[in-house]
């Protein structure tokens, strides 16, 4: 008979070694580990071990409402290094997350690295290969001509390098093959065979454990509860037994942040469409709605955070619910993204697509169109989304954004014209500015470059910015005012109150007044981009 693999806490974490490198599959308050990693940093302030700990999370563990996810870890001497696609942020009212905090006074090491790119490590590592080589982030901040993803002083040597193979530039990142793997589901049997079926996502649970296992490492799992022997059916593991050393068991694990348990999440009922609200009238309404005119029936779409949550709602709205196909990073495939707390899920979806499989559709260029946001859109039409001045914790860092974008053969980025303060106010069909936001978005030059406008243009993708007063497109020449909202002045509005040089297009258009009208618009979407089955 095989013994239980089933233990308490503290017998696992007591598992790991110093200096390990330890794996992590979550995303922000999604699938987190959270009770054990809780008990790592109960054991360090117990006992000052494990020490020199490096962290590898292809998405980030934790978020900003408390101490949750890797700000368990966020101990002087238990972390020396952070290797992560985001972070927890948090807003610039509140003290930054405590990992944060310690990244920007140089405690840890830290690297911000696509999501996708980490899963590729991963992978890699597993197959004991050397490294991943990708063209995904040349030409941004992840460039090392530029800042090889480092976030702090500290975090050296480079585990990023332009190689030349077979005559062509490339980028290759050093794999980090993990001592210790933790990974999270729903179900365990005592073998430790490890189902999903209450979580919204698979994320890179099978990755972390593979590549653990390749190195001869421990994977600890947390579940929500254990089963006996042979009583989960094989086509519901998603993590065998064969990679699975310790079984952890947290009752009260939340499927993600705020939220304890919702089966609409996890795929097993479906929501009726009556049940999701409208969002409500405003600017990012306009914007999202705006966003949704460059869709077209039957298109893939890649959903990003900021305003372009909002897009799905607005198709509901107008009867296209079913008009496209949504593909997130965390990894759901269809049905309605989730907005808020539970975002990285999907009502309603069609499928659950493992993440490092989805990141590959996604680096591939292989869906019709990304829905995405701006924090800066520099004079040459890069966009930076993973960095705010003094206030870096306020941005979770680059996730998915290098991967989606860097093949994407649309984008569609949404966001303010203006930043702080900004008043607007919507009426009769138009737009009027009450008062100007202090900051321009539409600068000289971004201050980290998370997309690159001239690699775009290289290589043939159409970008447009959609704002609440203005259209602007990416094109040979420069960035291109190519709708303006009615009640704006273009000169005054637009051109006067950017940063950086705007171009006008000769047939200029207004946007359309249905926008800005509190009623459904009686939206359409364009025609099939290509013939489908």
């Keep these: 008979m095989i013994r239980s693999k089933v233990v308490d806490f503290p017998t696992a974490v007591a598992q790991v070694p110093d200096g390990a490198i330890v794996a992590i599959s979550a995303s922000s308050g999604l699938n987190t580990p959270d009770r054990t990693l809780q008990a790592l940093g109960e054991r360090f302030r117990a006992s000052g071990r494990p020490r020199g700990l490096t962290l590898v999370m292809p998405i980030s563990a934790g978020d900003m409402y408390g101490i949750r996810g890797m700000d368990h870890l966020a101990e002087p001497g238990l972390v020396a290094r952070v290797v992560a ?17 310690m990244i920007e006074r140089n405690e840890v090491a830290a690297w911000n690295l696509p999501s996708g790119v980490i899963f590729d490590m991963l992978r890699d590592a597993a197959a004991k290969r050397p490294g991943v080589l990708t063209k995904v982030g040349m030409g941004t901040y992840v460039d090392p001509r530029l800042e090889g993803g480092r976030m702090n002083a500290a975090a050296r040597p480079d585990i990023v390098r332009v190689v030349d193979f077979r005559g062509d530039e490339w980028l290759h990142f050093d794999n980090l093959p993990p001592q210790v793997g933790i990974v999270r589901g729903t179900t365990a049997d005592e073998n430790g065979n490890v189902s999903m079926e209450h979580e919204g996502a698979f994320l890179g649970n099978v990755e972390v454990a593979l590549a653990t296992r390749a190195s001869g490492g421990v994977v600890i799992a947390q579940v929500k509860r254990v089963a006996a022997r042979g009583s989960i059916p094989p086509q519901r593991v998603v993590v065998p037994s064969t990679l699975v050393d310790f079984v952890v068991v947290d ?26 609200d409208p969002v409500p009238f405003g600017p990012d309404k306009v914007i999202a709605r705006r966003a949704a005119m460059e869709l077209a029936h039957g298109d893939a779409v890649n959903l990003g955070f900021g305003i372009s949550p909002l897009v799905p709602y607005v198709l509901i709205e107008e009867g296209l619910g079913d008009a496209v196909t949504w593909a997130i990073e965390q990894g759901a495939v269809g049905g309605v993204p989730a907005a808020g707390f539970p975002f990285g899920c999907a009502y309603n979806a069609e499928a659950i697509f493992p993440s490092a499989y989805q990141f590959t559709y996604f680096q591939a260029g292989a869906f019709d169109c990304g829905l995405l946001s701006f924090l800066e859109v520099g004079a040459d039409g890069s966009v930076n989304v993973s960095r705010l001045g003094l206030r870096p914790h306020v941005t979770a860092g680059c996730g998915g954004f290098v991967d989606i974008t860097a093949r994407a053969p649309r984008l569609v980025l949404s966001g303010y014209f203006r930043a702080a303060g900004i008043e607007l106010a919507i009426g009769d069909r138009k737009l009027a500015i009450v008062r100007e936001g202090r900051f321009p978005k539409f600068v000289p030059q971004v201050e980290q470059v998370t997309f690159s406008g001239p690699r775009a243009l290289a290589q043939g993708q159409r970008v447009s910015y959609v704002t609440e007063r203005c259209v602007i497109e990416l094109r040979g020449d420069g960035l291109t005012v190519v709708e303006v909202a009615p009640g704006i002045d273009v000169e005054r509005d637009v051109v006067g ?16 007044a249905r926008l800005f009208d509190p009623a459904p618009m009686g939206l359409d979407l364009l025609p099939p981009r290509r013939s489908r089955p």
């Design 85 to 101: 696609g985001s972070y927890p942020s948090g807003p610039s009212s509140f003290e930054p997350p405590r990992m944060r905090a």
């Design 497 to 512: 109150q950017a940063a950086c040089p705007l171009r006008i297009a000769p047939d200029l258009a207004t946007m359309d």
């Design 251 to 276: 009752p009260v694990q939340k499927q993600a942040t705020e939220i304890d348990y919702d089966p609409a999440l996890s795929g097993e009922v479906r929501r009726p469409d009556g049940s999701f």
